[in-house]
């Protein structure tokens, strides 16, 4: 496992970008906390993301990540729907967004979601993951859309290293 010497030695710092070009169908809406998958990578240097959905510090420092979702689903009318857009790291949880609605405003085929940043601080072997949680009607009805363009990727994952220890 590298060393905060190793910024010196290789002069790299980790950073990451990774996005899914395909939906996640049917993942949550009944409370079931998922780890959103980003299997497409656009760079990853220092092998520090998994190709998954995991980001392993490979030093201590300070990280920022960038979180692009969007997600729909929604089914029913006048039901409470709360949504939440997490950064999970292995020493605390970030929320990044909530959603919450119990007029029945989120109906189809409108889609939530948007871009979020975070600053934390993570030592060596702490991991990083995002999770989207929907409560709604009981039912995995939830989809986040996947898409490649030219411009733009979502979901997006992406991550660097701004300072050491």
Known sequence: ?????????????????AYSAADQSLVTGDATVYPIVFPDILYNRTSSFDGTSTFTAPLTGTYIFNVGVYFNGFTALNVTVESTLSLVTT????????????????????????TRSQICHLTVGDTVQVTLTVSQNGAKSITILGKAGAVFYTPIFSGYMIAGI
């Open 1 to 17: 496992m590298a060393t905060n010497n190793a910024i010196n030695q290789i002069g790299v710092l980790p950073s990451f970008s």
């Open 91 to 114: 020493g605390k949880t970030y929320l990044l967004e909530f959603w919450g609605e119990s007029s029945g405003q989120y109906l189809p085929p409108i889609a939530l979601g948007g």
